[in-house]
């Protein structure tokens, strides 16, 4: 309650009904922010005309006095509390309230289910909240309006600061020990957690041929010398993989940080290999390496190939027609986006299969050929 002595007389028990309508009617000579405060206060005041006043006087504040209450830091968290509660606040009022000093931990973790894009993407980049609110993270987390690159956001967030907690679970305080414990390599995968995990996966066309290996497998399906060689660092990740079954490193492919998923997208399990595609922390840099892996299933390139968003990625599309693993069919339908400079190295890449070097030469000559044309026509 603010200190203010007008309004601490008006707030106080006994106070008379006057004061308390001249309070709700906006009649007193206060800042904007300390009235507010009052007014919120009053909303519950047992007399009714009180009640109905401070609200009409809450209803009539202009955009501008908004901005006015939200850019004082020292404004009470209970007034951006009912901002955020009561308005539908746009870009920038929404941006001010979401990053006050004072709004209540209990406010973010609510807001943190919303889906509107705007208040997700101010939610997610303001790190200096997220460090000290040990929930909201967590909330953010299991939020599934959230777009690709405020999952990739979390994700780094979450493994620069917190490496030690999951992705989803509240975390520990950021001053304190972390207590969270590493899921043992033999944690039992239920058949009902088998089958919520599936269905995250979603309908794959291989998904019957793979399913039996998937339950009986008793060990990593990857080859390890060319990994490890590539990332030495690897290694004790790779070796708790190893000790893994199916079913546990699909929970990882599902699940897990970045060193996991940059080996289990090579498992020979095409369904582990999917579940990496579709961990809500990949980002599209690893979309991008993944693409010219050529230790990659062709199936799991045909996957990040009919991927409407990735294909958006210039990079990702270039280095999947490169990839000579790429399916034909999927490398000859992005061809025609390449930049000429493109099309004409991998005329000369004898890597790639003919048949995808041919076309190129094919779309890099007719775009010779309507350069010259225009030219000529000037």
């Known amino acids: 309650m603010s200190s203010h002595p007008l309004i601490t007389r008006a707030l106080s028990p006994g106070a008379p009904v ?20 009052a007014l919120i206060h009053l909303l519950s005041d047992p007399d009714g005309v009180v009640r ?19 850019s004082e830091r020292t404004t009470e968290g209970m007034v951006v ?21 004072e709004v ?40 599934p309006a959230l777009s690709r690159l405020q ?26 020990p972390s207590t969270a414990v590493s899921e043992p390599a033999g944690e039992i995968v239920t058949e ?30 990857v080859d390890d010398n060319d990994l490890l060689a590539s990332d030495a660092s690897l290694e004790g990740v790779w070796k708790r993989l190893q000790r893994m079954g199916g079913r546990q490193r699909l929970k990882e492919a599902l699940r897990g940080g970045r060193e996991e998923r940059s080996i289990l997208v090579r498992d020979r399990n095409r369904i582990i290999a999917a579940g990496v595609l579709k ?27 009919q991927s409407r968003e990735w294909m958006r990625c210039y990079p990702i ?20 986006r390449l930049q000429t400079r493109d099309l004409q190295n991998l005329v000369r890449d004898h890597n790639v299969p003919e048949a995808i070097r041919r076309m190129a030469r094919r779309q890099s000559d007719a775009r010779e050929k309507k350069v010259s044309f225009t030219r000529g026509k000037l």
């Not at 609510?110 to 609110?133: C, G, H, K, P, Y």
């Not at 999952?151 to 304190?176: C, H, I």
Request: hydrophobic content about 40%.
């Open 18 to 37: 006057s004061l308390r309508l001249a309070t709700a009617r906006g009649r007193v000579p206060v800042p904007r922010s300390v009235l507010l405060s």
């Open 52 to 70: 109905d006043a401070a609200q009409q006087s809450i209803s009539k504040l202009t955009e501008t006095e908004i901005f006015e209450i939200l």
């Open 81 to 101: 509390d009912h901002l955020l509660a009561s308005r539908r606040l746009e870009r920038e009022l929404l941006s001010l309230a979401l990053t006050h000093p």
């Open 104 to 143: 209540s931990d209990e406010t973010l973790n609510e807001i943190a289910r919303s889906d509107r894009t705007e208040v997700l993407d101010i939610l997610v980049s303001n790190q200096e909240r997220l460090m000290r609110s040990p929930n909201l993270l967590a909330r953010l987390e299991t939020n």
């Open 151 to 176: 999952r990739s956001l979390l994700a780094d967030f979450r493994e620069q600061f917190f490496p030690q907690e999951r992705p989803g679970e509240p975390l520990s305080s950021p001053t304190g």
């Open 192 to 221: 009902k957690e088998l089958a919520s995990l599936l269905r995250e996966v979603g309908d794959l066309p291989f998904l019957s041929m793979d399913l039996g290996d998937l339950i009986e497998s008793d060990g990593l399906n």
């Open 279 to 305: 961990n809500p922390r990949l980002t599209d840099m690893e979309v991008e390496s993944f693409a010219s892996h050529r230790s990659l299933h062709e199936d799991i390139l045909r996957i990040i190939g």
């Open 317 to 336: 599309v270039l280095k999947l027609v490169r990839n000579p693993k790429t399916p034909a069919g999927i490398a000859l339908n992005h061809l025609p």
